[in-house]
Each structure stands twice: as C-alpha cells, then as structure tokens.
C-alpha cells in the first residue's frame, strides 16, 4: 500500500477491493488510520523509530549482560538500574546520527569497570552492528560496578555454597556509565568520552 498526500478518506472502493483480494477489513482500518496519522504529523514517524531502535538496542545491550553473567562476569544474576540501559542506548544512537552509516557501521564494544583491589576492565562482548556494512566507527561501552553493597552473608562468614570458588551470586550496576566514540576512517578526530 503506498500513502500519498491526497489521502483525505478512506475510499469504500479502495477498501472492498483489498477485501476481496483477502485482506482483513480490521487490519484495513489499521493501516490507513496509522497511514492518515503519518501524514497529518510526518515527523511523529521519526519519533516511532528512534524508540523502536532505542528499545532494540537497550535489547541488545540486557542480552549482553545476560550471556556475560555466567562466563565472563561469573554471576548468577546482574542488577541494572531501570533506566540504564535505556540511557545508554539513547546516547549510543545520538553518537550514530553524525557517522556516515548511522548505527549500522558501528562496533560496539562492551566492558565492565570491575571495584576490586586493582580498578579493571573487564571485556564482556564485542558486537558488530550489521556485518554487511563496513565499520566506520567504534564505540566503547563501559558499565561500572557498584561495589558499595553490603556483602552477602557467605563472603562474610567465608561459608561454601554451591557456588564454585570465584562464583558471585549477584553483581549491581551503577547507574553512570562511560562511553568513548573513535572514528575509525579519520586519523584527524580524535575520540569523544562522555560520562554519564
């Protein structure tokens, strides 16, 4: 179905004809509503997809902490603020709007700031955004630990669980984050660092 301007009403001869093609009349209704509200506020469209694309990429992000908590983080769950992901994922796709490719030439690297006796980094996934476009740049994702919590009851008492040696059983997040911009096609810029 193609929107046009001219689009004012729904036209019955336009309906039945997708009807007797085999289209659902709800879904009809559905489509030239969503069709007349794109054009009455074409840029309401925009807003559409930059929340879809924020939500997949705060998707993506959780999954990445999920598959991490088990090999690299050796936890059995990962506390996130609410709202972290979501952050991140916003200021992730306003770094993207300038470059060339957008999100899709992107290489994300994922990384945990560990508080123990040494502050380190710790890698958690490298991801490619879409591997058919080549990279144009990279970006550095830094969660940080919260290491101001109470220690549970086994670190204090020093008691064996059934967790192996090593194995935490929650590890939390802050809420701030850092995050580093490299061009990867210009020498000339150098890496932008914000620290939320």
Request: with cysteine; proline share 5%; charged share 30%.
């Amino acid at each position: 179905m193609v929107a046009t301007s001219t689009l004012t009403s729904k036209n019955s001869d336009c309906i039945s004809d997708f009807i007797d093609r085999g289209y659902d009349p709800s879904c009809i209704d559905n489509e030239l509503d969503f069709w007349e509200r794109s054009l009455a506020e074409p840029y309401l469209s925009v807003e559409v997809c930059e929340e879809r694309a924020c939500q997949q990429l705060a998707q993506l992000l959780e999954g990445c902490l999920a598959r991490a908590k088990a090999s690299t983080l050796r936890c059995a769950q990962v506390l996130v603020p609410e709202t972290l992901t979501r952050r991140v994922a916003r200021d992730m796709l306003r770094l993207a709007a300038s470059e060339p490719c957008g999100l899709r030439g992107c290489v994300l690297d994922v990384r945990l700031e560990l508080e123990e006796q040494q502050r380190r980094c710790e890698r958690l996934e490298r991801l490619v955004c879409d591997a058919s476009v080549v990279p144009t740049f990279e970006l550095t994702l830094v969660f940080k630990q919260d290491g101001g919590g109470w220690p549970s009851l086994r670190d204090f008492l020093r008691i064996g669980t059934c967790f192996p040696p090593g194995f935490r059983r929650a590890l939390k997040l802050r809420p701030g984050f850092r995050l580093v911009k490299k061009k990867l096609y210009s020498s000339a810029a150098g890496p932008v660092v914000e620290e939320c």
